[in-house]
Every structure is written in C-alpha cells, then in structure tokens.
Nanobody, 124 residues
Framework: AVEVAESGGGSVQAGGSLRLSCIVS????????MAWFRQSPGKEREAIGY???????KYADFVKDRFVMSRDNAKNTHYLQMNNLQPEDTATYYC??????????????????WGQGTQVTVSS
C-alpha cells in the first residue's frame, strides 16, 4: 500500500519559519508528481505548490516567494520551506501525490494519494 506521511508542523510566531517534510512509501517515487495543499476550518483545500520528478516547480500566487519546494528522489521525500509565516498561514498542511500528469496541478481531485496532514499555527 502507498503511504504518504507529513511531518514538521508546529507553532511559530509571525515572521518565523518552518520546514515541512513528506515521505512516500509503496510506490516508485520518481514517477510521482508531488504537491502541498492546505486547509483552514470552513475553507476549501487550497493548493500551495507542485514539484515534478525533475524538481520543476509551480506555486500559487499567494506564496510570493515565501515558500520553496524541493525534492530528494533518493529519499522518497520532498519538502516545503516556509518563511515569513503570517497568521493567515495557519492551517492543516497536506502532502499529495499523483501518478498521472495534468496541467491542473492545483486541483485536489487530480491527486491519488494523500497524507493525514500536519498542523501549522502562526501567532501574531
């Protein structure tokens, strides 16, 4: 079975940084497109960014160079470095994996496997 697991969430003050990790097992990782989403209570799941097997990335407009994704195929792991965090970044952050390419990287429905989520809380 494919397993996706996030780690690295926590509580920080505004302006702080966190690095989330996502490890995948049970699938040929190099063939997966990986993404991060987040969701706050009462809101829809929101795409943050996407990274393909060659580490090409796409980001949502709100990221504005604050967040950076990277990937280590040898470790079946990718990362989300988040800098200058603000209270509005408070959410549960999810890692997602897809097996089929699509131009709609920000559509949650295009992903096959999801992690359980990790909470990020930013205080002012």
């Amino acid at each position: 079975a494919v397993e996706v697991a996030e780690s690295g969430g926590g509580s920080v003050q505004a302006g702080g940084s966190l690095r989330l990790s996502c490890i995948v097992s049970g699938y040929d990782y190099i063939h997966l497109g990986m993404a991060w989403f987040r969701q706050s209570p009462g809101k829809e799941r929101e795409a943050i960014g996407y990274i393909d097997w060659a580490s090409k990335t796409k980001y949502a407009d709100f990221v504005k160079d604050r967040f950076v994704m990277s990937r280590d195929n040898a470790k079946n792991t990718h990362y989300l470095q988040m800098n200058n965090l603000q209270p509005e970044d408070t959410a549960t952050y999810y890692c997602a994996a897809r097996t089929t390419w699509s131009p709609y990287w920000d559509d949650p429905g295009r992903y096959d496997f999801w992690g359980q989520g990790t909470q990020v809380t930013v205080s002012s």
